[in-house]
């Protein structure tokens, strides 16, 4: 071999040397940061990659956030509903205390108004004063806007959930068939040949009348209906006999009449079921009860009661628009998930309904206080309290089923992203740990096997001495 001087070997082993430093600074750079790609050179592709899977996870992140705000709000106005269901009852309960007026005493019913005068102020109070971040939720101001409601047709619009995407929905309501009340014609058509007891039952329950033999029909019709409260039937009497009619309209409204003992002749079993209205919004068929209407369709649900002379007729038609308003949540990442809830004021003067009458008018000095019509009273405080909970029932099948699932939903995603971000940009350490004491032994070889090639140099130099 022959034995020269040049710096062949020296410039190889310095080439090796800085490729070596060079891995095993790239080594510590994804050791101390915890990520494979530090730079696009790493990876280009993958970079790419990482970064689209950045803003997915940013944007999730943001809707998650979103989500469980929304849940916190809805659970606040879940509370202040279930409070004012509370006291709805406790006024349901002195209404019908008050019923019994030969029972009380006059400041027993006194008592009873003040209760009463306390809950329907602390009701007010409640939902005046229900926030969130210092926004109303309950007072009106997340309600959305109706227009060109004809009140002589429908009363007492309720709108649930709009069209996020549309300021304006409007609605066209046609009675296709009429709704009917419960109703026996030409009942006990003559006086009673002995003692009659008779079992009159109703949507609201059954009372017992007594009809003394001989009596006229116009004093049997006085006793039902001095028991109409207790079972929700009506009696008129007429020269064809006695026509017993439901107060309410539809399906679950009914009349029933059964003899317990006395003139069987006269007096005889009977039964009959009221009818619901047909009604279509926009051509579509809408879900009645009676005269109450609910209609869901491309994100507008919307309930109102058809007037008694309106959803009596088959034929006729009225319409009204759906405007802008409501409280507007975003369940997912995109505009598109957006979702509008209408939160309608629920202060005393909306709890009950046109029909019926509402709350105000059983404080003191109203036409339906204890001290005035008990049995009204109850009945008021029965249906506001029907309201409140479809109110809070609405409000819970939103926060359960759309808002708990896109939490869900979103954290199963948020979790999928994360992985695949780790698979892609995260980095190895047993791996990674191997490479860099891989590094370190080739980068000690290579500074060792230099030293060697400079030792020759030397020896060359030491044969020209």
């Excluded at 068939?177 to 009942?187: D, F, L, P």
């Excluded at 505009?335 to 046109?354: C, E, I, P």
């Amino acid at each position: 071999m022959a034995l020269t001087v040049n710096n062949g070997n020296t410039l190889n082993l310095l080439n090796i040397l800085n490729r070596t430093s060079a891995d095993q600074s790239q080594a510590l750079t994804r050791l101390s940061t915890g990520s494979k790609i530090n730079r696009g050179a790493d990876d280009p592709a993958g970079l790419i990659a990482l970064k689209s899977l950045e803003t997915e996870l940013t944007s999730v992140d943001a809707a998650l956030t979103s989500n469980q705000r929304t849940d916190a709000i809805l659970s606040v106005a879940d509370n202040a509903l279930g409070q004012v269901s509370g006291l709805l009852k406790e006024i349901q309960s002195l209404a019908q205390a008050s019923a019994n007026s030969a029972g009380l005493s006059a400041d027993e019913l006194a008592a009873n108004q003040s209760q009463i005068d306390n809950a329907i102020s602390s009701i007010d109070r409640i939902i005046r004063t229900t926030s969130f971040n210092g926004k109303r939720l309950l007072d009106g101001s997340q309600g959305v806007s109706v227009s060109g409601v004809n009140a002589a047709n429908i009363t007492d619009v309720k709108v649930y959930n709009r069209d996020a995407a549309a300021t304006s929905t409007s609605l066209t309501v046609a009675v296709t068939s009429a709704a009917e009340q419960a109703q026996i014609n030409n009942y006990a058509t003559t006086s009673a040949a002995s003692n009659t007891s008779v079992s009159i039952s109703g949507k609201l329950g059954t009372a017992v009348i007594n009809i003394e033999a001989g009596a006229n029909l116009s004093a049997v019709a006085a006793q039902i209906n001095d028991a109409t409260a207790q079972t929700g039937v009506t009696a008129v009497a007429s020269s064809t006999g006695l026509v017993l009619s439901s107060q309410a309209y539809g399906s679950g409204a009914f009349v029933r009449a059964t003899v317990i003992s006395g003139d069987t002749t006269n007096y005889t079993n009977a039964e009959d079921r009221g009818v619901d209205a047909g009604v279509s919004i926009n051509g579509q068929a809408a879900a009645v009860d009676g005269l109450n209407v609910n209609y869901i369709s491309g994100g507008t649900n919307v309930s109102f009661n058809l007037s008694s002379t309106f959803g009596t007729t088959a034929g006729g038609t009225t319409s009204f628009a759906i405007g802008n308003g409501g409280a507007t949540f975003q369940l997912g990442t995109d505009s598109s998930t957006r979702v509008t809830v209408g939160l309608d004021g629920m202060f005393s003067a909306a709890l009950g309904s046109a029909g019926t009458g509402y709350l105000t008018s059983l404080k003191s000095g109203g036409a339906n206080s204890v001290l005035q019509n008990p049995s009204q009273a109850a009945a008021i405080a029965t249906e506001a309290i029907s309201q409140v909970a479809k109110v809070q029932g609405r409000v819970g099948g939103f926060q359960k089923f759309q808002v708990q699932t896109a939490i869900n939903s979103l954290g199963a995603t948020k979790k999928g992203l994360e992985t695949a971000r780790s698979v892609i940009g995260d980095v190895d350490y047993a791996t990674e740990t191997a490479n860099l004491n891989r590094q370190n032994v080739l980068l000690q070889s290579a500074i060792s096997l230099l030293g060697l090639a400079n030792q020759q140099s030397s020896q060359v130099l030491s044969l020209l001495r």
